[in-house]
């Protein structure tokens, strides 16, 4: 084509052009270079080899199955998770596994980008209440917390609602610790004092700290005789603080986990059936919190500038809770063995089985409530 092309007349360059432009799906600009030989094709892929396919499918099972985590926590991620992975679905070759560990993050989510999944939008949540027990508590910008010393919890309430706040429905709660990022929740019904009471209980004997004190916000789940009378009357007695109406960075750390740890897992539905708070009491305490206390790492903010109309922020290394603890030296060595020999025991693997068998069993349930065969889980991976 370029011989006849060279030769011919105009009218009939432009006959060639098209003709050229037809056969081969080129454009009008780059097909007349070609036929000027003013371009040199190159056959097969330009640039740099790519090495990365052969891990491509157990990097991307392995985010899966841990939540989506971002390419900066699931670097750390990796070395924990690689000798579960070849348990479950086979060897993996040296120069694979060599690959994995020293993958950076920012290719980890280039090699994962077609993957990633659209999040849902976040759903209204009620206002909190007021009693005039609120005096008796300090605010959280007056409460001495000590920010290295794991135990004073943070704790709040999501509403499984669905949309609407008449009538009864379940609730989770969230207790996560700032200093170290342990996360426990429980579920309970209507809000309840002493179900409230019972499951703080149940909390402060899973956690592998001691409980040093609670921060909530002004809702009445927390703000009762009942619920005051329970930390005033323990031994020893529960610090209290409370957050500034209306401000929740006052409890930044649990207001994040009531995302990750409540929203991403359960959604927005209606959980209005009592069966479910002792499923996902079930689901929370034995497969969830260990699943994320033991095998997600998560990144702590390590310092804020200003520079002019901006905030800089610096992060620590993404590191598991676990791990944090067994770096506190505030933990006895017992408790660090103990936490050790939990986190040896467990399988993320089966954790996440566990977890998925455990939502088909709670969204049978609500989608049975909604009136519908079909499971309300299309945003849960």
């Not at 056959?43 to 985010?63: A, F, S, V």
């Not at 596994?97 to 993050?105: A, G, H, N, T, V």
């Not at 342990?182 to 309970?188: D, H, L, Q, V």
């Not at 702590?300 to 791990?323: E, I, M």
């Amino acid at each position: 084509m370029r011989h006849r092309y060279a030769r011919a007349g105009r009218l009939r360059r432009s006959a060639l052009l098209a003709e050229t432009c037809e056969v081969c799906g080129y454009d009008r600009k780059y097909a007349i270079k070609l036929l000027n030989g003013r371009v040199v094709r190159r056959h097969g892929r330009r640039g740099r080899k790519r090495g990365y396919d052969d891990i491509i499918e157990p990097l991307k099972t392995i985010w899966m199955l841990s939540e989506q985590l971002c390419g900066k926590r699931l670097k750390p991620a990796l070395p924990q998770w690689l000798p579960h992975y070849e348990r479950h679905r086979g060897p993996l070759s040296e120069e694979q596994r060599e690959k994995l560990l020293r993958i950076s993050p920012a290719q980890i989510d280039r090699l994962l980008a077609p993957a990633r999944l659209a999040r849902p939008a976040k759903a209204k949540t009620p206002k909190p209440g007021s009693l005039h027990l609120a005096r008796e508590i300090p605010l959280s910008v007056d409460s001495p917390r000590p920010p290295d010393r794991p135990g004073w919890l943070e704790t709040d309430t999501v509403a499984h609602c669905g949309g609407d706040m008449s009538g009864g429905f379940v609730w989770s709660v969230t207790f996560t610790c700032p200093c170290s990022g342990w996360t426990e929740n429980r579920a309970i019904w209507r809000r309840s004092p002493s179900a409230l009471v019972a499951q703080t209980r149940d909390v402060e004997a899973s956690i592998p700290f001691a409980l040093a004190g609670l921060d909530f916000d002004n809702g009445t789940e927390y703000l009762n005789e009942q619920f005051i009378a329970f930390c005033r009357e323990h031994n020893p007695p529960i610090p209290m603080s409370r957050s500034r109406a209306y401000r929740k960075n006052d409890n930044a750390h649990v207001e994040q986990k009531n995302w990750t740890h409540v929203r991403q897992l359960l959604g927005y539905e209606r959980f209005k059936d009592p069966r479910l708070v002792a499923l996902l009491n079930d689901l929370y305490k034995k497969y969830w919190c260990p699943f994320h206390n033991f095998f997600q790492p998560s990144a702590k903010l390590a310092g804020k500038t200003r520079v002019g109309s901006r905030y800089r922020k610096r992060y620590d290394p993404p590191t598991t809770p676990c791990d944090r603890l067994l770096k506190s030296p505030w933990l006895s060595d017992q408790q660090k063995a103990a936490l050790t020999r939990t986190r040896d025991r467990l399988d993320p693997f089966l954790l996440k089985q566990r977890i998925e068998e455990k939502l088909n069993q709670i969204f049978a349930i609500v989608a049975a409530d909604m009136g519908s065969g079909a499971c309300p889980r299309s945003h849960v991976a």
